[in-house]
């Protein structure tokens, strides 16, 4: 099985920096993802790692430590619309199955 | 035009009916997923299907079945409804299993088992 561990709120202030960590345990790591979810919608793709190192997208960046199994995001120049849960998934590919775990999600509420 | 759709969007039932919930994805992607949150927020997977195989079946109640009449479409039936279902159920599609194929999610639909 996987565990998937992420801190449940944070809070930030508009246009500071946010980092939201994860960490895991699998047998078959195939990849990391981060999702974002507003409140009553569904989750849409930020970010996808699966090498060791730093990804880029605009604001947003993630982090990838196999070695550590360990993940995080990193959020720039926070907007009042980044208020949102931040889901990190994990891809396992045991069994030919190539199952996403998801972790219990990291609520994020910026302040103005 | 909407990628990946479900209807319907909010479904109402008592405990013990029998009830379905439609998927269609438009993206041409060969895997399809559902998916159930419950009240604590937390996704968790249900099915997967790779070009109409189930290739991932979790320890859910035999009383869910998915149907996919086509590569574009995934349906889940849901019988003998119980109060632990109510909970918001997402599909959601991929280009591929593997690689870096991002998982699209449907809009949800909420079931409330009274």
């Known amino acids: 099985g996987q565990n998937i561990d992420q801190p449940t709120e944070m809070t930030a202030t508009e246009g500071a920096i946010v980092q939201i960590n994860c960490t895991y345990q699998?047998?078959?790591?195939?990849?990391l993802f981060w999702y974002q979810q507003h409140a009553g919608e569904a989750p849409t793709f930020l970010s996808y790692?699966?090498?060791?190192g730093l990804e880029e997208k605009g604001r947003f960046s993630s982090f990838l430590s196999r070695s550590k199994g360990y993940s995080y995001l990193l959020l720039k120049e926070l907007q009042m619309k980044d208020s949102a849960s931040y889901l990190c998934?994990?891809?396992?590919?045991?069994?030919?199955?190539?199952?996403?775990?998801f972790g219990k999600g990291t609520k994020l509420s910026v302040i103005p | 035009d909407t990628a990946v759709s479900q209807t319907p969007k909010y479904l109402v039932t008592q405990m013990g009916n029998d009830k379905s919930i439609k998927c269609e994805q438009n993206?041409?992607?060969?895997?399809m997923y559902w998916y159930k949150q419950d009240s604590k927020k937390f996704l968790k997977i249900m099915f997967s299907?790779?070009?109409?195989?189930?290739?991932i079946n979790e320890t859910v109640p035999n009383r869910f079945s998915p149907k996919s009449p086509d590569k574009a479409h995934l349906n889940l039936h849901i019988n003998s409804l119980e109060l632990g279902d109510s909970a918001v159920y997402f599909c959601?599609?991929?280009?591929?299993?593997?690689?870096?194929?991002?998982?699209?999610f449907g809009p949800g639909t909420r079931l409330t088992v009274l």
């Open positions: 959601a599609s991929s280009q591929s299993l593997a690689r870096r194929s991002e998982q699209f």
């Open positions: 699998t047998s078959g790591f195939n990849g």
């Open positions: 790692n699966v090498l060791d």
């Open positions: 998934a994990v891809r396992d590919s045991g069994a030919g199955s190539y199952q996403l775990t």
């Open positions: 993206l041409g992607h060969d895997t």
């Open positions: 299907y790779n070009n109409k195989e189930l290739i």
